[in-house]
């Protein structure tokens, strides 16, 4: 793991704690630490998961895993900061994770001389579907009642909006 990733992750930490604690700057750092991780893995993917001694042949394979673990960190973002559209993109990244999963486990076994490369990619995506599943779990009144406090005027306010955009989208 790099430092940059090391980083980020450490300011996701601080920014979810900060925001659950209802203190004022929990959401910049939060915001700002997924969108570091984001631009660290999608296009820097091939920087962030490829190991400098592993052949050529990896780049590809790492922009695409990269691609994959932004798309589900963008869906992580959507549902922290309670945005329209966060089941959806969770949705779309959990059977896409699956698959990548099964892919990266089977080569894993397979492979011999690239063996840390699958591994290192199987924590990081195997922890990140595990928090999209966690967090798609969590209904959205509970998330709202853990970042703006049970029975608070804010709370009601961003309950009853959740309400009227699901009115509008016709999702009920």
Known sequence: MKF?????????????????????????????????????YFPLGFYSLKKPNLPHRFIIPSLLYGLALATMIV?????????????????????????????????????????????????????????????YIAPTKTMIELFYGKGTPASEQMKDYYHNQKKLNGDY
């Open 4 to 40: 940059t990733e090391r980083v980020a992750i450490v300011l996701f930490v601080i920014g979810f704690t900060l925001k659950s604690s209802q203190i004022q700057g929990g959401d910049i750092i939060l915001v700002t630490s997924l969108a570091s991780l984001c631009l660290l």
């Open 75 to 135: 869906g992580l973002f959507f549902k922290l900061m309670i945005l329209p559209g966060g089941e959806a993109w969770q949705v779309i990244c959990a059977p896409l994770w699956l698959i990548f999963l099964g892919i990266i486990l089977y080569k894993y076994l397979k492979t011999v001389d690239a063996k840390m490369y699958y591994k290192n990619i199987l924590i990081k995506s195997t922890c990140l579907v595990l928090l999209n599943l966690i967090l």
